[in-house]
T-cell receptor
Framework: DGGITQSPKYLFRKEGQNVTLSCEQNLNHDAMYWYRQDPGQGLRLIYY???????QKGDIAEGYSVSREKKESFPLTVTSAQKNPTAFYLCASSIRVDYNSPLHFGNGTRLTVT | AQSVTQPDIHITVSEGASLELRCNYS??????LFWYVQSPGQGLQLLLK??????LVQGIKGFEAEFKRSQSSFNLRKPSVHWSDAAEYFCAVGSNDYKLSFGAGTTVTVRA
């Protein structure tokens, strides 16, 4: 079955450590996205990538970094510079960055930093 | 910049009853509007979208939404709710630069 795989489902880290969240898709989509979800708030866009080796900052990119070396993979690194990293992180993909291309979401990674 | 308001944080509805979730948006141009549903611990799934044309749009799982430009609203409805409709629902508006802004969500509880 085609889809988006995010791993792990739960992740625990100590403050001051960088952590990388995995996102893999086998939908052959060009565009990939990372969103952050906090209780009582909507999703906020961290980074997105329209094509391999290209990515743009979203609304809350500070303290995060990404890479897009392969079409199917878009890992997100939460750095120690991110002031409030505990959240639910969602990866998504679409055929292209276009409203006629609906977003397909993974099941998310819940990151807890103590 | 665009924004979305979902006035209801939590709604409880009886199984078989009708459901209406409110969404108000702010955007200067013609909006691209979406409703997504999220089951606990899962990603989001697109229910329906509106770009132009008929202001009443049909989606999956028996949902529909009506765009009312004069009220800047895009409310989601379902005539008869099933227990499996218990989830969190997000309204989103898109701008011309293909960035989506999501509302804070409405949690729906279905009682037997």
């Amino acid at each position: 079955d085609g889809g988006i795989t995010q791993s792990p489902k739960y992740l625990f880290r100590k403050e001051g450590q960088n952590v990388t969240l995995s996102c893999e898709q086998n939908l052959n989509h060009d565009a990939m996205y990372w969103y952050r979800q906090d209780p009582g708030q909507g999703l906020r866009l961290i980074y997105y990538s329209q094509i391999v080796n290209d990515f743009q900052k979203g609304d809350i990119a500070e303290g995060y970094s990404v890479s897009r070396e392969k079409k199917e993979s878009f890992p997100l690194t939460v750095t120690s510079a991110q002031k409030n990293p505990t959240a639910f992180y969602l990866c998504a993909s679409s055929i292209r960055v276009d409203y006629n291309s609906p977003l397909h979401f993974g099941n998310g990674t819940r990151l807890t930093v103590t | 910049a665009q924004s979305v308001t979902q006035p209801d944080i939590h709604i409880t509805v009886s199984e078989g009853a009708s459901l209406e979730l409110r969404c108000n948006y702010s955007y200067g141009a013609t909006p691209y509007l979406f409703w997504y549903v999220q089951s606990p611990g899962q990603g989001l799934q697109l229910l329906l979208k509106y770009f132009s044309g008929d202001t009443l749009v049909q989606g999956i799982k028996g949902f529909e939404a009506e765009f009312k430009r004069s009220q800047s609203s895009f409310n989601l409805r379902k005539p008869s709710v099933h227990w499996s409709d218990a989830a969190e629902y997000f309204c989103a508006v898109g701008s011309n630069d293909y960035k989506l802004s999501f509302g804070a969500g409405t949690t729906v509880t279905v009682r037997a």
